[in-house]
C-alpha cells in the first residue's frame, strides 16, 4: 500500500539494481523494524526525515525475515503529480498480520491440508485489523495517500478491500481473486489485476468471468493483464528461482505494478 508523499532516500545507499526495474526491486531487503503500535507484526521503514507511508498485504507463504512476512523496499520511479515532476524516492512498506498469529502456509506443507488452513484465514475476514493500520496511517503518519498491494492470499485481499475503502486510492491484486460471490464488482479506486496464463490456482476461466463483471458494473478504472506462459507465484519469485525466460514477464509485471501505483497513490 503506498500513501505520502515523493522523497529522496535521505542519503541512504539504494539497494542493488539488477533487476532492470527503476530504482531497483529488492524483496526481503532488510530496512524494517518491529513497532509494537497498532498491530503484531507491523513493519515499517524510516527513510529520510519524512515518513512515506507504503503497505504491502502479505501472501500465504512465509518470507524472511520472520515477523516480516514479505517485507520489500519499494522503489519510486519519477512521476508527474499536478503539474509538477517529483523525483524518485522511497515509501515505507507496512505489512499488517492478518493472519493475527497464525502460522502462515509453507510450500513444503500437506497441500491436502490446505482448505482446512484457509478455514481460518479468510482474506475477507481483514477489516478490524485493517482498520487498525488504517488508523495508524493517519494518525500517526499524517497520510493521506494510501495503496495497496497483494499477492495470492493477499491479492484476493486486496480485491475484497478495493471493494469497501474509498479511502484507498489504488490497488494491485496480484493473482489473487473473489470466487463465489456478486458483490465483489464496485471497486472503489484504480485497481489492476495480474495473472498466470498457467495458474493451477486460478483458472483462466475465472478470470474471464471476472473481466466480464468489470466490464458491466465497475465505475473506476481498472486493468485485468494475463501474462502468457506463466504459473502462480511468478511476480514475486525470488531471483535465484527465475529462469531466463520467464524473467522478462516477471520484470513487466513488477514494473507495472510500480506504475500503478506511482500513477494514482
Not at 512521476?79 to 513444503?108: A, K, L, N, Y
Not at 498466470?196 to 471476472?210: H, M, R
Request: hydrophobic share 35%; aromatic share 10%.
Amino acid at each position: 500500500m503506498v500513501g505520502g508523499h515523493h522523497q529522496s532516500n535521505g542519503g541512504l545507499p539504494a539497494p542493488p539494481s539488477d533487476s532492470g526495474l527503476p530504482g531497483g526491486w529488492n524483496p526481503g531487503r532488510p530496512l524494517a523494524r518491529r513497532n509494537p503500535a497498532a498491530l503484531r507484526h507491523r513493519v515499517h521503514f524510516r527513510l529520510g526525515r519524512r515518513r512515506l507511508p507504503a503497505r504491502l498485504v502479505p501472501d500465504r507463504l512465509p518470507w524472511v525475515p520472520q515477523g516480516c512476512r514479505a517485507a520489500l523496499s519499494c522503489p519510486v520511479s519519477s512521476s508527474s503529480r499536478g503539474g509538477q515532476r517529483s523525483s524518485g524516492g522511497w515509501r515505507r512498506t507496512i505489512v499488517p498480520d492478518f493472519f493475527v498469529g497464525q502460522e502462515p502456509w509453507h510450500p513444503s506443507g500437506d497441500w491436502s491440508t490446505f482448505p482446512e488452513w484457509l478455514k481460518t484465514r479468510n482474506a475477507r475476514k481483514i477489516d478490524k485489523e485493517f482498520d487498525a493500520v488504517l488508523k495508524y496511517l493517519k494518525q500517526q503518519c499524517h497520510t493521506k495517500r494510501i495503496g495497496v498491494v497483494g499477492f495470492c492470499w493477499g491479492g484476493t485481499a486486496v480485491h475484497h478491500l478495493m471493494l469497501k475503502h474509498p479511502e484507498l486510492r489504488a490497488g494491485v491484486s496480484v493473482y489473487g481473486i473473489i470466487k463465489d460471490a456478486e458483490d465483489v464488482y464496485g471497486l472503489k479506486n484504480p485497481t489492476l489485476f495480474i495473472f498466470a496464463e498457467n495458474d493451477a490456482v486460478i483458472p483462466l476461466e475465472q478470470v474471464s468471468l471476472l473481466t466480464q463483471k468489470l466490464k458491466e458494473h465497475c465505475k473506476v478504472e481498472y486493468q485485468i493483464k494475463t501474462f502468457s506462459g506463466q504459473t502462480h507465484g511468478f511476480v514475486h519469485r525470488k531471483r535465484e528461482d527465475c529462469s531466463p525466460e520467464d524473467k522478462p514477464y516477471i520484470d513487466e509485471a513488477r514494473r507495472n505494478l510500480l506504475e500503478w501505483l506511482n500513477k494514482y497513490v
